[in-house]
């Protein structure tokens, strides 16, 4: 003999009487308190590289649009942007005119041409920027962003 979902036993969780939703306590994000690590990038290995090396150190994002970029910039005063210029998912010279509204974020340009680096030295909002070559590794990038948090 078979029971009915309606027969089946549920666990009733508290409701709380001021708002109607759940009386449970919101969970706490692990890693709250750490710097943020924004990512700009296409490589999925490369986020996942940089994570793995950044557990505990800091708290790895990944952005896809310059509006989620800025977004959180605004949210986090200690934000450092990663810009992969090996496999880009934002165009540097877009992020530094978004950024630029927003104040001045650490941004690091890795794996930049001679070409995209000239362009973006001539912008007057990324003259600031911190460049390492296409030859620099996760772990190595991760030391580097571990001084800059």
């Known amino acids: 003999?078979?029971?009915s979902p309606s027969e089946r036993p549920t666990r009733e969780v508290p409701l709380d009487p001021e708002t109607g939703t759940s009386a449970r306590p919101k969970r706490e994000k692990a890693r709250q308190g750490l710097p943020q690590v924004v990512v700009s990038t296409s490589d999925p290995g490369a986020l996942q590289r940089l994570g793995l090396?950044?557990?505990?150190?800091?708290?790895?994002?990944?952005?896809?649009?310059?509006?989620?970029?800025?977004?959180?910039?605004?949210?986090?005063?200690?934000?450092?942007?990663?810009?992969?210029?090996?496999?880009?998912?934002l165009d540097p010279l877009d992020v530094a005119t978004a950024l630029s509204v927003v104040g001045s974020p650490t941004v690091v340009v890795w794996g930049a041409s001679p070409a995209m680096k000239a362009e973006l030295a001539a912008s007057a909002d990324s003259a600031r920027w911190v460049h390492v070559g296409v030859g620099t590794s996760p772990a190595e990038l991760a030391e580097l962003l571990s001084s800059l948090c």
Not at 64 to 83: D, Q
């Open 1 to 3: 003999m078979t029971t």
């Open 53 to 89: 090396r950044l557990f505990g150190r800091a708290e790895v994002l990944p952005v896809r649009s310059t509006l989620e970029l800025k977004r959180r910039a605004r949210v986090s005063e200690r934000c450092v942007v990663v810009l992969d210029c090996a496999a880009p998912e």
